[in-house]
């Protein structure tokens, strides 16, 4: 049995970027499971007919990288009941780079977003969680905050440090009645896949070459969070091959590694680079 449900009659749920991709699919499924849920997103427009589709969801617009809008949009949705579920899901990938160089504003950028959002969730609601004595935090992070990869650079980084902020925040946090669980997938089929890469193609034309299989549907993996965070994980990993990936890391580390030294030289082939050095 689930260990964390809607109470009868529904309750407060908040996601941040749910215009599209995961963040509309996790409002989506939240909505399926009863809770009253607002989707925000800086697209006001897209966020706003998102949450059209929904039976007696809410939209707000919402820039994550401004604290104080952040805390405004919690009280908002605090103003009519408690919040029992935020999630942190809006993020950004990065734009371009040079074969692993990117410019300090692109890291800036990817750091506000995908880091400094979810801190200003966290420290808009977690205070209100903790001082009822309840609530549920899932931040989404990616199989990239557990293993680093080649072409991935800030977004690795950032992804990085979320799944270390949820842990610290999950063991500060269990003794106040409050849950915190990281989401971690591979390839999802959102646009965050269209970004361009060095030669000027989208991400999802070079998906193939680091093994990590097909993109999945964003419902498939929002209904895998859902799970996990019923059952109260700490990291949720998914799909399964990003399951083996991860455990690959953890037992074989040198074997992720020389897969990743691989891929890299492959790119750096395609982007027209000096692949010098070597992989073991």
Not at 99 to 108: M, S, V
Not at 253 to 265: K, N, Q, T, Y
Request: charged fraction near 15%.
């Amino acid at each position: 049995m689930p260990q964390f449900a809607p109470p009868p009659g529904g309750g407060a749920a908040l996601v941040t970027g749910a215009a599209q991709g995961i963040g509309l699919a996790l409002a989506t499924a939240l909505s399926a499971d009863g809770w009253r849920v607002t989707l925000s997103d800086i697209d006001g427009e897209g966020v706003r007919a998102a949450a059209a589709r929904l039976p007696g969801a809410r939209a707000l617009t919402l820039d994550v990288t401004d604290a104080e809008a952040v805390e405004h949009a919690v009280a908002a949705v605090e103003a009519t009941e408690p919040l029992r579920v935020l999630v942190n899901n809006a993020g950004v990938a990065p734009r371009g780079g040079d074969r692993g160089r990117y410019p300090l504003a692109e890291w800036n950028r990817l750091v506000a977003v995908n880091l400094m959002g979810v801190v200003h969730g966290v420290n808009a609601a977690y205070p209100r969680m903790r001082d009822r004595g309840s609530g549920v935090i899932l931040n989404v992070a990616s199989l990239a905050g557990l293993v680093a990869g080649p072409a991935l650079g800030p977004y690795a980084a950032t992804k990085h440090a979320v799944v270390g902020l949820t842990l610290g925040l999950r063991a500060d946090a269990a003794p106040y009645g409050v849950r915190v669980s990281a989401l971690c997938p591979s390839w999802v089929d959102t646009a965050i896949l269209d970004a361009p890469t060095p030669d000027g193609t989208p991400v999802r034309a070079h998906l193939a070459e680091f093994g990590l299989g097909a993109p999945v549907p964003p419902a498939e993996i929002a209904r895998l969070a859902l799970d996990g965070l019923y059952r109260n994980r700490s990291l949720i990993v998914g799909p399964r091959v990003a399951q083996q990936v991860w455990w690959a890391h953890r037992l074989v580390p040198g074997l992720v590694e020389w897969r990743s030294g691989r891929v890299a030289r492959a790119l750096a082939h395609q982007y027209g680079a000096a692949a010098g050095g070597s992989t073991r």
